[in-house]
């Protein structure tokens, strides 16, 4: 009985161990299996991308195209001789330096090491084929080219250029996109279908009727920089409106622009954004040969009396930012020094009192070899411009508080045209836009806007035609943006805004401006 009781036990005991030990086997086996897998996860290549959009596409050949939106894009399949970073400096890309080898001459150095993205080598002929096109065509680049006369071709990665007059920082006008001559032997080169090459850091893999898909160009020229970004899907729209629309549903991921109301389309939330200063300057213009404003202190008056938080805040709504100095939109070249007399009406009062002038019924007045002489001014607006007349009527109740007389007087756009051009003017309200190339001469070059006169500003516009030193580019801004201070030739009122608005799963830096609002793209991802 004992015998069959230890045998049970026994065979019990052996079906144990087999049970445990099959348990052992197939937990180490799916052990395996599953870190086989997670290794083969882990190996498993993680394609970085982004969605961009474009509205109303014309064409992908950038020195046809109409389209702001397109002229962006095709900045990352196409490359400039010389390019722009993010601070505005001109940086080489396809041109490795440029000399200026008189007033009106100019040797370009082109990088030898680059090739389209089909292969096929990068020469001099390639540069010599877009001066061709546009020269002959109307682009949104020809007016880079207005003063080059001719272009001539030195060896395979050396050209000449040859102006009509000097240009100072001439290589900023250097930015126009570079087409391949050889692509175009054998292409319609105004056929807007077709899938273009380019030297950039991506290049177009596919085109369908409502996307665009890029991926990284394998024989980019620049080995030193790393593409995390690996494809850009571009969706195609019809309208601007549908693309905003798009973005605020999460199918586009970033979109730039300077529009005020961008808000008004998007939204307000599910986004971040990035806010910088545009291109748009208004600017005050003091002519300093009329009889009053030759007078410092009148100038610095005028200067003293004006709000611009008060202009930004009534007429913009606060969505323009205030100015100072033409270059405070971020350039390098003037480091954000504070180049305005600022608003102080006291010091105003202060400075006329000091210089003889007597606050009188209303109004400041001098008295001079029995001449009794009011501060009163014409300010000249364009009337086409609704936003500067009502700037112009926001002045003028400003300064007249201040017992500054102002008759705004509008004209039409030929007519304000003509004053600009006989400078027939006491103060003229005047807009541009600023373009990355620092060069000042509209401001203090000969025959400038306010008919300045000083014999430094002279000997440091005229050095700024001839340094390539970055730290004596600097220190002459500086000396100007002073003189622009303390002689008030000209006052700065406000700039408009530039937003970037962009997913808030995108990684990475977003160093945007207006001129390339896809500075840093590849490093970006989601």
Known sequence: MKSNIFKYVFIIFVIMIVVIAIFIIRNNENKTETGEQTSETSNQEIVREIRLGIAQCDTLNPLLTNNKNVQDITKLIYEPLVDVSSDYKATPQLATEWAKQDATTYIIKLRENVKWSDGERFTSAD????YDRLKENSSIYSSNLEHVTMLEIVDDYTVKMYLDQEVPFFEYYLTFPILSKTFYDTQDYYNTGIVPVGTG???????????ITLIKNTNWWNRDTTLSLEKINVNVYDSVGELYNAFKLGNVDIVSTDNNHIQDYIGTIGYSTKE?????HDFIVLN???ELLSKEEV????????????????????????????????????????ASAGYNPEQANQLLSENGWNYRNGYWQKTENRKTQRIELNLIVKASNSNQVTVAENIRTQLEAQG???NIQQYADAQYNIAIQNKSYDMILCSMN?????????FFGENNLANYRNDEIAGIMDELKNTTDEETIKNDYARLAETY???VPYISLYTNKYTIAYNTELVGEINSNWFNPFCGIETWYK
């Open 276 to 280: 910088i200063k545009g291109r748009e």
């Open 288 to 290: 300093t040969q009329n």
């Open 404 to 406: 500054i007389r102002i």
């Open 299 to 338: 100038r610095k008056a005028i200067s003293y009396s004006i709000d611009k938080n008060n202009i930004v805040s009534n007429v913009f709504q606060n969505k323009y930012y205030t100015s100072s100095f033409p270059l405070d939109y971020g350039s390098w070249a003037y480091q954000e020094q504070d």
């Open 485 to 487: 201070k303390n002689n």
């Open 434 to 442: 600023v373009s990355p190339n620092p060069d000042m001469s509209l």
């Open 201 to 211: 850091k991506y290049k177009v893999d596919s085109v369908q009727e409502n996307y």
């Open 127 to 130: 540069v010599q084929f877009t």
